[in-house]
């Protein structure tokens, strides 16, 4: 693995099982590299030099899976958290073997409008509106409360919403068709998106938003 960002792997085996392979790789990433039953038995003969992580795991297995965390000021990359290697047809695996929250928010809302014409006047005035559509997110917010903006956006995503920190932060956003970690990083740079992306179909799956503590000040 090469030391400098972005990573990239060289592999020389010459019948060797894929699992010394893949423990090589965890070892370097300080992450779990898992196999499913069928590719733990399976030898491979690679020869390839200077490629990233994505492309090295499509010449190991069939099916890759990668689980990461995107967000924060210090972290223009996404960080893989896992590795999952399967072969085709194989079931996929879960999608909280990794990604794992400790509570959800829930959200209690009431509309004190009455009739249509109130509730057409609050859709206009609206200073929130968050759609999702063809894995696009649009985003308009005027003072609300980050921690409200963050709880719709997953909703309407249909992820988990995980409040590890209290925020007070209220923000004013307006942008259209954002992919949903462009949309993160937009937000606020202590939000941070857990998602899996298939390496075969080259799908990405959210998982989890969840807002974080800013880091302490060093002095």
Avoid: C, W
Avoid at 21 to 37: C, D, M, Q, Y
Avoid at 77 to 82: G, M, V
Avoid at 180 to 187: G, K, S
């Amino acid at each position: 693995m090469s030391k400098s960002a972005p990573h990239t792997f060289t592999v020389k085996a010459k019948d060797a099982m894929l699992g010394e392979i893949t423990g090589e790789i965890a070892r370097l990433l300080k992450i779990p590299v898992s196999l499913s039953p069928l590719m733990a038995k399976q030898r491979v003969t690679l020869d390839f030099s200077a490629m990233n992580l994505e492309a090295s795991l499509r010449l190991l297995a069939p099916q890759p899976y990668v689980d990461y965390v995107a967000g924060g000021e210090d972290s223009p990359e996404p960080k893989a958290l896992a590795v999952y290697l399967h072969a085709l047809n194989e079931r996929p695996p879960s999608t909280t073997d990794t990604v794992k929250g400790s509570s959800e928010v829930m959200l209690i809302e009431g509309n004190t409008e009455e009739g249509t014409d109130g509730e057409e006047k609050k859709k206009e005035e609206d200073p929130l509106k968050i759609t999702y559509a063809g894995r696009q997110l649009s985003v308009r917010a005027h003072q609300q409360p980050l921690t409200i903006v963050l709880f719709k956006v997953a909703s309407e995503v249909g992820v988990p919403f995980e409040m590890r920190y209290d925020s007070t932060e209220l923000i004013d956003v307006d942008f259209s068709n954002y992919s949903i970690e462009q949309a993160v990083r937009r937000l606020s740079p202590y939000v941070r998106l857990y998602y899996r992306s298939d390496l075969q179909t080259f799908e990405i799956q959210p998982l989890r938003i969840a807002l974080v503590a800013p880091a302490p000040v060093r002095t």
